[in-house]
C-alpha cells in the first residue's frame, strides 16, 4: 500500500499567518492516464470531510483562494497564506492514484 | 443539490453482523462510483472499500483490513449503496461515511456519516 505521511502533526498557527502542510507519499503518485491524484480535505471538529484541493492543485469551489497545493511525484504541500479562525481542524492529503486508496495521519491546525 | 445519507450504524457484538446502506439524491447514481470510509474515535481516515458503476461492471475493492468479512453493492433503481459487514471486531468501532466519485471526483461529497460500535 502506498504510505502516505504529513508533516507536521500539529501546527499552531497564528492568525493572519501563513500555515504549510507537507505530504510524502511513499510510491509516484502520477497515474497511467497521466494524471496525479493528490487530494486535500479539510475536516472541522464534529463534521464531514471537505474537500479543498484535487489532482494536486485544483481548488474546489467555494474554497477561499488563500489555499493552495503544489507538488509533484512524491512530494505535496497545501499552503494557507492567511490562516483565519475558520480553518481550525484536521487537514489530510489522500492518493486516489493506487489502490488501495490511502490518507496521510492528519494534521491539526489550531490558533495560538 | 448532491446528498449523500448513511443509515444503520448500531451497537453490535463482536462476531455479529450489520448493515449500512448510503442513500444518494440530486445527481444520477448509477453515474457514479461509491465508496466507504471509516474513522475510529479520534483517529484519522481510513478507506474501507470502493464500488464503481455499471459502467465499470460494478467493480469492488476493498482495504486489507476489511477484505473478506466486508461487502459493499449498490442498488442504482433506489439509488443506494450498500455496506455489509460480516465477523465485526471491536476494532471495526467507527463513523462510517460514505463519499461519491473515482478519479477527479473522488470525495468532493461526504454523507454525515453512522456510527458503528462494536462491543459485549
Known amino acids: 500500500d502506498v504510505v502516505m505521511t504529513q508533516s507536521p502533526l500539529s501546527l499552531p498557527v497564528t492568525l493572519g499567518q501563513p500555515a504549510s502542510i507537507s505530504c510524502r507519499s511513499s510510491?509516484?503518485?502520477?497515474?497511467?492516464?497521466?494524471?496525479?491524484?493528490l487530494n486535500w480535505f479539510q475536516q472541522r471538529p464534529g463534521q464531514s470531510p471537505r474537500r479543498l484541493i484535487y489532482?494536486?492543485?485544483n481548488r474546489d469551489s467555494g474554497v477561499p483562494d488563500r489555499f493552495s497545493g503544489s507538488g509533484s511525484g512524491t512530494d505535496f504541500t497545501l499552503k494557507i497564506t492567511r490562516v483565519e479562525a475558520e480553518d481550525v481542524g484536521v487537514y489530510y492529503c489522500?492518493?486516489?492514484?493506487?489502490?488501495?486508496?490511502?490518507f496521510g495521519q492528519g494534521t491539526k491546525v489550531e490558533i495560538k | 443539490e448532491v446528498q449523500l445519507v448513511e443509515s444503520g450504524g448500531n451497537l453490535v457484538q463482536p462476531g455479529r453482523s450489520l448493515g449500512l446502506s448510503c442513500t444518494g439524491s440530486?445527481?444520477?447514481?448509477?453515474?457514479?462510483?461509491m465508496s466507504w470510509v471509516r474513522q475510529a474515535p479520534g483517529k484519522g481516515l481510513e478507506w474501507v472499500g470502493f464500488?464503481?458503476?455499471?459502467?465499470?461492471?460494478?467493480?469492488?475493492l476493498y482495504a486489507a483490513s476489511v477484505k473478506g468479512r466486508f461487502t459493499i453493492s449498490r442498488d442504482d433503481s433506489k439509488s443506494i449503496a450498500y455496506l455489509q459487514m460480516n465477523s465485526l471486531k471491536t476494532e471495526d468501532t467507527a463513523l462510517y461515511f460514505c463519499?461519491?466519485?473515482?478519479?477527479?471526483?473522488?470525495?468532493?461529497?461526504w454523507g454525515q456519516g453512522t456510527l458503528v460500535t462494536v462491543s459485549s
Open positions: 463519499t461519491r466519485g473515482y478519479g477527479t471526483n473522488s470525495g468532493l461529497y
Open positions: 440530486g445527481f444520477t447514481f448509477g453515474d457514479y462510483g
Open positions: 464500488i464503481g458503476s455499471k459502467a465499470y461492471a460494478g467493480t469492488t
Open positions: 510510491q509516484s503518485l502520477v497515474h497511467s492516464d497521466g494524471n496525479t491524484y
Open positions: 489532482k494536486v492543485s
Open positions: 489522500m492518493q486516489g492514484t493506487h489502490w488501495p486508496w490511502t
